[in-house]
């Protein structure tokens, strides 16, 4: 359960405070970094947590787009394949990861190591083409700089560090 699993995380967090349901986004991380989604289960258990009707938890956690209900990859790669990083080449930076991951934009490798998605404009337009991976930036991400990328995630991931596809480690 996500409670025992995270005693001590979700208790910092709720004891920052003075209300429960303020501790939502924050739960909602932990939970999605948990389990891979957001689902029936998972709303359900951060309802409980934090003593809160279970529709409250979906009204937030369905407003946001950073909050998967499918599950996603251990890394969540979003390409930008608005106008200008279209123009330095986006379109082509999808097509080889489509080809050296496997699967097309939309889904997920079998292994669940990595989904791949396309999104609009994420702000960094000088720097095109663009692309986060787990919400992290990677700049001109030229095709001939993809076997770099995907080899440092991997390694990341084997490095059995704790991974958040929700940005939930981002200020530490
Ligand atoms: S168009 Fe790609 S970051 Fe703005």
Do not use: W
Request: charged letters at 30%; hydrophobic letters at 40%.
């Amino acid at each position: 359960m996500l409670y025992d699993k995270h005693k001590a995380e979700i208790d910092a967090i709720l004891a920052k405070y003075p209300s429960k349901r303020s501790a939502l986004l924050p739960m909602l991380y932990i939970a999605q970094d948990e389990y891979g989604r957001l689902d029936r289960d998972s709303i359900g258990e951060v309802a409980e947590i934090l003593d809160l009707p279970p529709t409250d938890v979906y009204e937030v956690a369905g407003f946001y787009t950073l909050f998967y209900n499918e599950e996603v990859g251990k890394i969540v790669l979003d390409v930008c394949d608005d106008v200008p990083c279209c123009f330095c080449g986006a379109e082509e930076l999808v097509a080889d990861l489509e080809n050296r991951l496997g699967v097309k934009a939309g889904h997920t490798t079998n292994d669940k190591l990595f989904t791949l998605r396309r999104v609009k404009c994420i702000a960094a337009c000088d720097q095109a083409p663009v692309l986060q991976a787990n919400l992290e930036f990677h700049n001109k991400v030229t095709p001939d700089k993809v076997d770099t990328l995907l080899a440092e995630l991997r390694s990341e991931i084997e490095s059995g560090k704790p991974i958040s596809i929700s940005g939930r480690f981002a200020e530490h």
